[in-house]
Structure formats: structure tokens, C-alpha cells
């Protein structure tokens, strides 16, 4: 793919983000309902720059099969560091008792969750924690950063470069990469080298945009498919 149509894509791509940005200013509280439900409880995490709202007709649809949705309205616009992100996501499962989670991210928030899915492998040895985290779904998430991000005009997102260390470090953890469903566009203006992650569960939805596949009843089904399917060893 040439650098016209990429930079063609990746400019057509945001309307898609601004019509999740005015729904985030029209429909500001978190509704009542997502609270309610007997099956595997969801924990929602946006990408970078982005409210729970980008999130929302998939977690109106969990809400709906019968999964109590939490969100962390505290992250605001999701700007901070992984690893203090990471923290915050933590502290805020153990102050909601929440066991078994299904964590659904989109792009920084899927390397937010595993992070937290490595921290618990690594504290395994701690029967508060080892429940905490059953699974992550992640949408169009650089697992293996973004070869954009060495151009980015801020720090925040130039973080997200494949020779970060944070990011570098992540990609080496392969032991939690069963337990990743990794649903991607089959081609992601944001993330040209692809979310692909060795070892997970691999979904391509047949759409181009990093902000369109939120739109998309196909990732809708995906989604709710990989939060309820049978545990087997690899989620």
C-alpha cells in the first residue's frame, strides 16, 4: 500500500473517533443498568485519548446478554503512562471485589490489560489477585507497538513505538498470550504492522479503519463470542 492511500485512510478514519467524542459530551453518565447481571462481569477500557463512550455499543450489547459492565470513569481520557494506568485498573478491581473479568479494550487499552494480566502471572502465588483477570478481548490493539508512533507529535503516543521499552517488554511476556483474543481490521491505517499476537486467539473483521471497527455489528459479535466462550486453554 502506497503512502497516499495510507495517509487517505488514516485522514478518513477520524470522523469515526468524533462521532464517539460527541456521544461522550451527549451521553456523559454511565447508565444504571450496567451494574445489573449474573454473567462474567466486563471491565471496559478505552485506547489513548478516548472515554469509555467509544466502547459503548459494545458494552450496551454485554449489558444486555446479561454481563454486569463496570467502567473507570478515573482514567478520563486515558493519557497517563501503561504502567500507571496498569495501577490505577488494579486498584480499582480490588476495590469492586470483581473475580473472573473479562477485560474489553480498545488499541491502548489492550496493552493496558495485559499488563494486568502479566502482573498476575506474576503474582500467582497470591490468591487476591490470581482471579482476579479470566480473559482479555483486545480491538486493534499494537500488541507489538506501531511503526507510526516514532512520528507522532507527542509524548503519550510515541510511547506506542516497537522499540519502547514498555512496549518492547510486553511483547517478550508470551506466557499470557493464550488467555488474548485479539480482534484487528484487516488493515489498521494506525497500526500498519498489524495487532497479530502469537499465541492468542486472532480475529480479522473485514473492515479498514482503527476507530470504524468500534462501528461494526461483526466486532460486536466477536466480542460478546470471546467473553462468553467456554474456558479450553486459550480462553
Known amino acids: 500500500m502506497n503512502r497516499r492511500t495510507q495517509a ?15 456521544r461522550a459530551v451527549r451521553d456523559r453518565p454511565v447508565p444504571a443498568a450496567f451494574g445489573a447481571g449474573e454473567r462474567r462481569p466486563v471491565v471496559i477500557l478505552p485506547g489513548i485519548y ?36 496498569a495501577a490505577r485498573v488494579s486498584q480499582e478491581l480490588d476495590a469492586r471485589g470483581l473475580h ?10 489492550g496493552i493496558v490489560g495485559k499488563q494486568l494480566l502479566v502482573r498476575q502471572e506474576q503474582e500467582v502465588g497470591q490468591e487476591t489477585y490470581l482471579t482476579r483477570i479470566d480473559r482479555l478481548i483486545a480491538i486493534a490493539s ?34 499470557v498470550n493464550p488467555r488474548i483474543t485479539s480482534i484487528y481490521p484487516s488493515f489498521d491505517p494506525h497500526i500498519p504492522n498489524g495487532c497479530v499476537l502469537e499465541g492468542a486467539r486472532n480475529v480479522e473483521v473485514p473492515v479498514v479503519g482503527h476507530f470504524r471497527i468500534l462501528l461494526q455489528p461483526e466486532l460486536i ?8 466462550r467456554e474456558a479450553d486453554g486459550r480462553v
Open 8 to 22: 487517505a485512510q488514516l485522514l478518513g478514519d477520524y470522523p469515526n473517533a468524533l462521532r464517539f467524542r460527541v
Open 142 to 175: 499494537p500488541f507489538n507497538g506501531s511503526a507510526l508512533a516514532r512520528i507522532a507529535p507527542n509524548p503519550a503516543l510515541r510511547a506506542f513505538r516497537p522499540s519502547d521499552p514498555v512496549i518492547a517488554a510486553l511483547a517478550a511476556e508470551t506466557a
Open 100 to 109: 473472573d473479568v473479562a477485560i474489553v479494550a480498545h488499541s491502548k487499552g
Open 50 to 85: 478516548e472515554s469509555w463512550h467509544y466502547l459503548r455499543p459494545i458494552a450496551e450489547r454485554l449489558s444486555a446478554a446479561g454481563h454486569p459492565v463496570h467502567v473507570i470513569p478515573t482514567l478520563g481520557l486515558n493519557r497517563a503512562p501503561i504502567p500507571a494506568t
Open 221 to 228: 459479535d466477536a466480542v460478546l463470542a470471546a467473553v462468553e
